[in-house]
């Protein structure tokens, strides 16, 4: 069975400051990992992958398998950034996706 | 790129009655379609994938017979909640990938249904 865990419901930092969304999985084969977000209003869109090993809006994420984590890091938030932020993990034969609950960040002024 | 499209966007139905919900993949051809279910400040869970001209397959307690899916074409989904009851109230998702290098699922706008 796959797991997503998010450990954190909500999430509050200033602007500028760096930010850590927490994601932690569990699957008995080798993961495929992802971030979506979720602005206000909009729908669920990619942010990044794990294979891609690239920064997307300022945003990365390393996969530690010794740790099994995927945490999302910003260095410097902005308040643009404030959405709901969801952790996934890609498996099984049809390339399902299971998601985390979700982390809610707002980035405050 | 890669544009999904849910209708309708939102519904209101009687209980007993049945409500369809179609998905599109505008501009690209899935290979694979997706649905979800969304309950207020709560995860995506995925209720069942549907592969174009094949029978679709449900999560472990998603009642097939209640949540018909049909994936005629490989740009069009259907997902018809049949025998609606207020519990089946909520935000109902779809997704749609194609086999290629990301194997990237794109997702709908979604589909909020009230059953009265």
């Known amino acids: 069975a796959q797991r997503v865990t998010q450990p954190e419901k909500l999430l509050s930092v200033f602007k500028g400051a760096p930010v850590e969304l927490k994601c932690n999985y569990s699957y008995s084969g080798s993961p495929e990992l992802f971030w979506y977000v979720q602005y206000s209003r909009q729908r669920l869109q990619l942010l990044l992958r794990?294979?891609s090993r690239e920064s997307i809006k300022g945003f990365t994420a390393d996969l530690n398998k010794g740790e099994t984590s995927f945490h999302l890091k910003k260095p410097f938030a902005q308040e643009e950034d404030s959405a709901m932020y969801y952790c996934a993990l890609m498996g099984g034969s049809a390339r399902q996706l299971t998601f985390g609950s979700g982390t809610q960040l707002t980035v405050l002024p | 790129g890669a544009v999904v499209s849910q209708h309708p966007s939102r519904v209101i139905c009687k209980s007993g009655t049945s409500v369809k919900i179609e998905c599109r993949s505008l501009d690209f051809q899935a290979t694979t379609m997706f649905w979800y279910r969304q309950f207020p400040k709560q995860s995506l869970m995925l209720m069942a994938t549907s592969n174009e001209g094949s029978k679709a397959t449900y999560e472990q307690g998603v009642e097939k017979d209640k949540f018909l899916i049909n994936h005629a074409s490989l740009t069009l989904s259907t997902l018809t909640v049949t025998s609606a009851h207020p519990e089946d109230s909520s935000f109902y998702i779809c997704s749609a990938s194609y086999l290629g290098l990301t194997d990237t699922q794109y997702f709908g706008p979604g589909t909020r249904l009230t059953v009265l």
């Open positions: 794990h294979i």
